[in-house]
């Protein structure tokens, strides 16, 4: 059951928010490094007398990536929730999309479950080219909590591209039970500022989540991430995979945590971050973490940042491409990857108004 609440109750209420020491690290480094959270300021917009709903209580247990803060912040400012359940032992064939264009803010729960099958699709950015709305600058932000009962199995996928002007805060939180698995597909394209924290419990015996992420980001953009996933039941296991190019002066923070708890007796879990660095002036910060609190479990992590290696600059250029060319055509191949594998138009559309942003020619639009 849904529940009502007033969302104003105080007059007034309009301006600015900020949020500190949002998408947290289960596990700190040193300050001085700047790499274990972020600030951001977001709108806060008055609604006196306004009444939404909220999701059913069941869903106030499911932590997610980027903290309580921006739970709090997305609950006061959406325009109500919107809940999703898919029937037991069905094979939802269309998607469920979460459609966040320029200053929206989206607060969803899906349910699916035990036995189920379903399609979640996070489309954020310019979406004029489906639903027709004009862009706006400002901030964008979703927050999906997603609660997977046993033997389902969950697809989702995550597109955001927002403007230089503009930011986006995407919170995610996922509870997987007994036999369920959880396929995550992130294409996370730039924009001003771009925030990501994702939280993923695995509770129940023998759960699963694989999770890819590829990212792209330029300019003085600045892209943040925090993905975490807990391992408390046995014989659980996590694939975490990132691959992402950075240009010019772009920032970007990435925290991962495998949290392998007491009691997961053969979980096991792997990360790992391959970056091609395409800017003298570019900051990355990736922070890989394994907690372990088991003995007969297993977990793995690492990072390699590098840039075009001199024999693939020879073999390119002996097919007449400049370093220039050689470059291009690795921030080519992540798009043109994010566009084949697009489930829906939102997703799409994201896509393809990144690469005019950008100036990447895509092989694979609608039209060819």
Known sequence: MMAEKNLAPEAGAEGELTLERVNVAPAQTWNRLRTND???TVPVRGRKGDVYFSLPRLFEGVECGMGGAVTDWVESQARG?????VPRDEKREEPIVVAVGSGDVADTGVMVRAGAEATIVVAAGDLTKVTGSSVRSGTSASL????VEAGARVHLHEYVRVGSDQQHLESVGISAARDARVD????LLGGGTVALGLACDLAGERARVDLGCRYHAGGTEVLDINEVVRQRGRNTRSELSYNGVLEDAAKKGLRTTIDLVHGAKGAQGNEAETVLVLGDDVVNKTLPTILCDEDDVAGNHGATI?????????YLADRGLSRADAERLFVSALYEDALMHAPCPEARAVVEASAVQKGQALLHTEEA
């Open 81 to 85: 929730a919107r809940y999703v359940e």
């Open 38 to 40: 972020i600030t951001l």
């Open 306 to 314: 590098g840039s075009v290696s001199p024999e693939q600059l020879a």
């Open 144 to 147: 999906l909590r997603v609660i």
């Open 184 to 187: 995550v597909h992130q294409y």
